[in-house]
């Protein structure tokens, strides 16, 4: 479902797929995930045979160089642990929903009641594949790796030119891992103000959680990070997914991130209300003064508390008279002058 989508703060989605293959795997990495604090699980729908020719090579860090069909085919989740995972997923408050890779993946998604769908970067040019899925009326979460900014508009004109879907885009590097030099957080924040009427956010491949936070510093909405229980488990995508330790320690700094932003408007804190006063400073007297006496340079000078006249009127108290006996160290009042 896509019922955790909040306006006021950043969505968090663990993507577990390719992390299972069992009933079991997923059940635990939804316990995990669900631990952790996170609103989303993603999984991957696709069938080897709708998604790669059998001549298809990867070429990546994480997979070496392997037949894709051969790696997607180990990797395929039928419907029926579709329907398990997500029924779970649900039970456990959490949304959930997939990155269909052809249009009857999209309809097995459909049957199961999704309430999203993401589009993976591999299909963010796929113009048919995402008329498609804006016909199902569903929000969109389209990740945007390997795109140039005029193909990004060309995706975002098509779902709209079909539907009044929700478009959520995701920066996304579509290396992995991602490396520091390559993440280019800056782009993200190219899509905000060309897209100003979206939800734009980040899609992770990097090895450790500083990129996502660092994405939602610079304004991100939606989070998107791999998930696994164990890094050092069989499959390409354990290395690059956060293991709960790591997951739990993003969602508190993003939660904490989120409460130290503020309302942006400058004004003393709460917290500030008694400081204000007391750490700040006023013009005090340096010697004892009788009623008349006029005050000169030497005789004044600016110290703590906050509580008397303000030093930027440090000019004006020069030349005036006391109204009063003064003892040296007295915090000046205006009432204190003729």
Not at 213 to 224: K, P, Y
Not at 267 to 277: G, L, N, Q, Y
Request: hydrophobic share 40%; aromatic share 8%; with cysteine.
């Amino acid at each position: 479902m896509f019922r955790n989508y909040r306006t006021d703060r950043t969505y968090i989605i663990a993507e577990i797929g390719g992390n299972f293959t069992t009933a079991e795997q997923a059940v635990r990495l939804i316990d995990e995930a669900k631990a952790t604090g996170v609103d989303a699980v993603k999984l991957q729908t696709y069938r080897a045979r709708t998604l790669s020719t059998r001549g298809a090579m990867f070429d990546m860090e994480n997979t070496g160089v392997t037949s894709q069909f051969e790696l997607f085919q180990r990797y395929e989740v039928d419907e029926s642990l579709h329907e398990e995972v997500f029924r779970y997923a649900e039970a456990q408050g959490l949304d959930w929903f997939s990155s269909p890779s052809h249009q009857s993946d999209v309809d097995l998604l459909e049957r199961c009641g999704v309430g999203a769908h993401k589009v993976g970067s591999d299909d963010a040019v796929n113009l048919p594949l995402l008329r498609y899925l804006a016909n199902t009326g569903k929000p969109i979460i389209l990740s945007t790796g390997m795109c140039t900014l005029d193909e990004v508009r060309d995706s975002v004109a098509a779902i709209k030119a079909q539907s009044d879907s929700r478009i959520i885009l995701l920066h996304a590097i579509t290396s992995y891992p991602t490396h520091p030099e390559n993440v280019n957080l800056g782009a993200m924040q190219s899509l905000m103000r060309e897209f100003p009427g979206l939800d734009v956010g980040y899609s992770d491949h990097t090895l450790t959680p500083v990129a996502c936070l660092c994405a939602v510093a610079m304004g991100a909405r939606a989070i998107e990070r791999h998930f696994t229980y164990d890094k050092n488990a069989d499959g390409p995508d354990h290395m690059l997914s956060a293991d709960p330790e790591e997951m739990k320690w993003l969602v508190d700094a993003i939660r904490a991130f989120e409460v130290m932003r503020g309302s942006g408007v400058k004004e003393p804190a709460a917290s500030e209300r008694v400081t204000r006063i007391n750490n700040r400073k006023s013009i005090v007297l340096e010697r004892d003064l009788k009623a008349g006496d006029v005050i000169s340079e030497a005789d004044i000078a600016v110290k703590r508390p906050g509580t008397g006249i303000y030093p930027k009127h440090f000019e004006e108290v020069i030349g005036r008279r006391a109204a009063v006996d003064l003892k040296a160290d007295a915090v000046l009042q205006w009432s204190n002058l003729a």
